[in-house]
């Protein structure tokens, strides 16, 4: 029997186009209140189940958080932390606060950014403005620290006794009861940082964090970061109000690494172990969880990401033994589903051995699968051991839709707990009992509703976001887009594509059309899912839109991941081009009027697409692009390109700097003058390619700005920018 979620996967009818939608500027789009209203983030179930709690933005102020929490049983809610009633002023962070917060891309955020339940689910860790504060559901919140430094990372152990954060380079602990501290390592300083994660861990491993406590609070794990053997890159960032040019430790494609080692240090004062990580130390620590009070289990991949290693280490003596290994011809993709069993023996693990990502259970001595198939599994959520189940995130009916399932620990039949048609996000309590589910479908906004489980189907509780949204009386009008398939270059795989005409298209017309592309691996641009209100836009203005989803892209497996590697550029520009061909065909469509747009590695695609095929785009907008992937980092650009210090042609034959004479149809270069991800340095030496080459093109810079502008007002400007450019080189042009 079908279930429906209500409030969460709503009703999926289509869009009323007889309706004229209410016209939509740039300046609405970007203005506040939003026209979707202001959706909470960061959402989180207390660890006794009683109350969740989420970050939502001020209505007058979309970059501003404070933190929210509402009682379960009750439905009552409150702001339970006034950031602007904490705040001491304006926020002065330490640089490596700062580049964290672009790690995560926060870097445009005000007031909270993160927080932490108490184990008992009776306060919140809430660092603000480089200081911390234990905030009770009951009382007025207590501050923990008050210095000049940034007080980064902090984290309450798991029995709640004490708070941990790195200050100064160095891993403090603070008693709760005494409000006293302990600086559990004195080396950090220079190049040398304790209980932080590098660069490319937090840029591309998704490891945010070099701290791990213990479960009994006796002991934390800390990573020893050593950035000397890292090349120092001289970064100008160019502001409105002056230039800032900081030297960073940058890891550039085929160069050091930093050395990450790992140490466990004792609450005891006791003289720290050090964890044997292996002969090599050009290795990536990548996860580090406790199985039980006296074990760990570190995972440790090679510097060619093609082998992945489970160690059991014992933390009073610092030994470990290889438990398990994962191999791949290509790479291997990193997750989070490790789950340790209450019994501190066996653990739930996550392999694509299969081809695809799979649930299994470590047993004590080997694995067993949990869950196999033509499809893959995206996250486990929750472990009910008492019942034996488990609940997780997936695509088994179609990658288009993730989705939420349960299944027996033990293994055995997959159950859908969410309604078909739509793309679910979610978070849960431990067992799965209640959920936090954002969930949209092409035709309806994300919402976000608060359910529970006791093991049978899903119970809606409360729709946590609002639902007096702006937009709300549109949503009748609302143009939703025309899924299907074509076929890849190769003329066998079938890729995934998103296509829309404007409204009120008159038979026998022809449109432009706005071409975005990603393309890259680690991203997925087609799906069930709400769009951007800026399609829209585009759609009112008489654009057509197009995305498809070539070779390289996630969640369909291995085989479908594979063939980029080594070849970055090529299979994924070979079908982009399959589907140009394609689109070009359709009724509706424009041929000589067909504009790419994309950003970071759609701004690689987009200058490689047009110089790779002059004259196939009428038009083409690059933003904050990889131009050569040299200039790239380690991990992210080794993993499908290999070491260039030891074989440089893939990355030779990926510069698109090296195709510059090449291009012949109108460019829009767009950069961010303080990007400390996709350097300036990028454009900087494609701009200098096409001038070389007599080449002419349009340039945008954005002062101050880094890779993902989110400040409203830049963003008015930004698509201004790209509107009138595609205006003038490509909308204005008759259709033949």
């Given at each position: 029997m079908r279930q429906i979620l209500l409030g969460l996967l709503l009703a999926t009818a289509p869009a009323q186009a007889a309706q004229p939608a209410q016209p939509l500027t740039l300046e609405r789009l970007f203005a506040n209140p939003p026209l979707l209203g202001?959706?909470?983030?960061?959402?989180?179930?207390?660890?006794?189940?009683?109350?969740?709690?989420w970050l939502q933005p001020r209505a007058?102020?979309?970059?501003r958080y404070d933190l929210w929490v509402e009682e379960i049983a009750s439905g009552k809610r409150r702001m339970a932390v006034d950031s602007l009633a904490l705040s001491s002023g304006p926020a002065s962070l330490s640089e490596a606060e700062l580049m964290r917060r672009e790690r995560a891309r926060l870097a445009s955020v005000k007031g909270l950014v993160e927080y932490q339940w108490s184990p008992d689910g009776r306060s919140l860790l809430v660092p603000l403005d480089g200081d911390i504060w234990l905030a009770p559901l009951k009382g007025a919140p207590r501050r923990l620290t008050e210095t000049e430094a940034t007080e980064l990372d902090a984290k309450l152990s798991p029995k709640g006794t004490h708070a941990s954060f790195v200050r100064e380079q160095n891993l403090v602990v603070l008693d709760l009861?005494?409000?006293?501290?302990?600086?559990?390592?004195?080396?950090?300083?220079g190049p040398v940082s304790y209980g932080v994660a590098e660069f490319v861990a937090q840029e591309e491993m998704d490891r945010m964090t070099g701290q791990w406590w213990a479960p009994d609070d006796k002991r934390i794990a800390i990573a020893r970061v050593d950035e000397s053997p890292v090349k120092i890159a001289v970064r100008t960032a160019i502001g409105s109000d002056g230039t800032r040019v900081t030297e960073q430790r940058y890891p550039f494609a085929g160069t050091p690494n930093a050395l990450v080692t790992l140490e466990i240090h004792g609450l005891d004062g006791a003289a720290p172990v050090q964890v044997d990580l292996g002969a090599d130390s050009d290795i990536y620590l990548a996860r580090v969880h406790w199985l039980n009070t006296g074990q760990l289990l570190v995972q440790r991949q090679s510097r060619d990401q093609r082998t992945l290693d489970l160690l059991l280490v014992e933390a009073a003596t610092g030994r470990s033994r290889v438990l398990l290994t994962e191999r791949s011809a290509t790479w291997i993709n990193l997750h989070d589903s490790l789950r340790p069993l209450a019994d501190g023996k066996r653990?739930?693990?996550?392999?694509?051995?299969?081809?695809?990502?799979?649930?299994?259970?470590?047993?004590?001595?080997?694995?067993?699968?949990?869950?196999?198939?033509?499809?893959?599994?995206?996250?486990l959520l929750a472990v009910d051991e008492a019942k034996g189940s488990l609940i997780f995130t997936g695509f088994r009916e179609t990658p288009l839709e993730k989705a939420l399932y349960r299944t027996p620990l033990a293994g055995g039949a997959v159950e859908r707990l969410t309604a078909p048609g739509g793309w679910t996000e979610a978070v849960a309590d431990r067992k799965g009992s209640a959920l936090l589910l954002a969930g949209s479908t092409p035709e309806k906004p994300a919402t976000?509703?608060?359910?529970?489980?006791?093991?049978?189907?899903?119970?809606?509780?409360?729709?946590?976001?609002?639902?007096?949204?702006?937009y709300a009386a549109s949503l009748p009008a609302h143009v939703a887009p025309r899924f299907g398939t074509l076929k890849a270059a190769d003329g066998q795989t079938e890729l995934h594509y998103a296509f829309t005409l404007p409204p009120g298209l008159k038979p026998g017309e022809k449109a432009p059309v706005f071409f975005e592309v990603y393309a890259g691996p680690g991203v997925q641009r087609v799906r069930h899912a709400f769009g951007t209100l800026l399609h829209q836009y585009l759609l009112q203005q008489g654009w057509a839109l197009f995305q498809v989803d070539g070779r390289g892209t996630p969640n369909r497996g291995t085989a479908f991941e594979a063939p980029i590697h080594l070849k970055l550029g090529f299979p994924e520009v070979d079908d982009q081009m399959a589907a140009l061909e394609w689109l070009k065909r359709q009724p509706g469509v424009d041929p000589d009027r067909v504009a790419v747009y994309g950003w970071s590695y759609g701004g690689y695609m987009a200058q490689?697409?047009?110089?790779?095929?002059?004259?196939?785009?009428?038009?083409?907008?690059?933003g904050a692009p990889v131009t050569d992937w040299r200039l790239y980092d380690t991990h992210y650009t080794e993993r499908y390109l290999g070491n260039p210090a030891t074989d440089p042609k893939p990355y030779e034959a990926s510069d698109v700097t090296r195709d510059a004479a090449a291009l012949k149809d109108p460019?829009?270069?767009?950069?961010?003058?303080?990007?400390?991800?996709v350097v300036f340095d990028h454009s900087a030496r494609a701009i200098?390619?096409?001038?070389?080459?007599?080449k002419p093109f349009e340039t945008m810079v954005y002062p101050g700005q880094t890779h993902a502008i989110r400040a409203p007002d830049i963003q008015r400007h930004l698509w201004r920018t790209i509107l009138n450019f595609l205006d003038r080189e490509v909308k204005a042009k008759k259709a033949e």
């Open positions: 202001t959706p909470p983030r960061a959402l989180s179930i207390a660890p006794d189940g009683r109350h969740i709690a007058t102020d979309q970059l009861a005494t409000a006293r501290e302990r600086q559990l390592t004195t080396g950090g300083g653990f739930l693990w996550a392999s694509e051995r299969s081809g695809h990502r799979h649930l299994y259970l470590w047993d004590g001595a080997a694995l067993r699968p949990v869950t196999s198939g033509d499809w893959s599994v995206d996250e976000v509703t608060l359910a529970t489980t006791d093991g049978g189907p899903l119970k809606p509780r409360q729709q946590i976001s609002p639902t007096d949204f702006p490689r697409l047009l110089t790779r095929h002059p004259g196939a785009f009428a038009a083409g907008v690059s460019l829009l270069v767009i950069h961010g003058l303080a990007d400390d991800n200098a390619a096409y001038q070389q080459a007599g």
